[in-house]
């Protein structure tokens, strides 16, 4: 099982970013995602879930209004669209996966390797 996040970068506060995690190896519409993120000094966070048929989507609340996730069982593919983006969400970004259809801020099966966001003020 193969979980490839990309689409990370610089962006200047209040700019925009999409980040694309790409799942292999793995019944993909059987599971549901989400993404976490972990800054320098601090523990790893949830940031966003989205259930197996996308019917739900959760968000943290420091993120909520600005974050959206969503996927493409098609393409194997998680997205996070970040608008308005803060100094405070710098971190590396990065996606897991957990069979069935309820989601969860914590236990996943499969995690896969970050991609690093750095927004400057």
Known sequence: VQLQAS??????AGGSLRLSCTISGLPFSSYSLGWFRQAPGKEREFVAAITWSA?????????????????????????????????????????????GSSW??????????????????
Not at 7 to 12: C, E, F, I, S
Not at 105 to 120: C, I, K, N, P, R
């Open 55 to 99: 019917s739900g989507t959760y968000y943290a609340d420091s993120v909520k209004g600005r974050f959206t996730i969503s996927r493409d069982n098609a393409k194997k593919t998680v997205y996070l669209q970040m608008n308005s983006l803060k100094p405070e969400d710098t971190a590396v970004y990065s996606c897991a996966a957990r069979a």
């Open 7 to 12: 689409g990370g970068g610089l962006v200047q």
């Open 104 to 121: 969860s801020e914590t236990t996943y099966d499969y995690w896969g390797q970050g991609t690093q966001v750095t927004v400057s003020s």
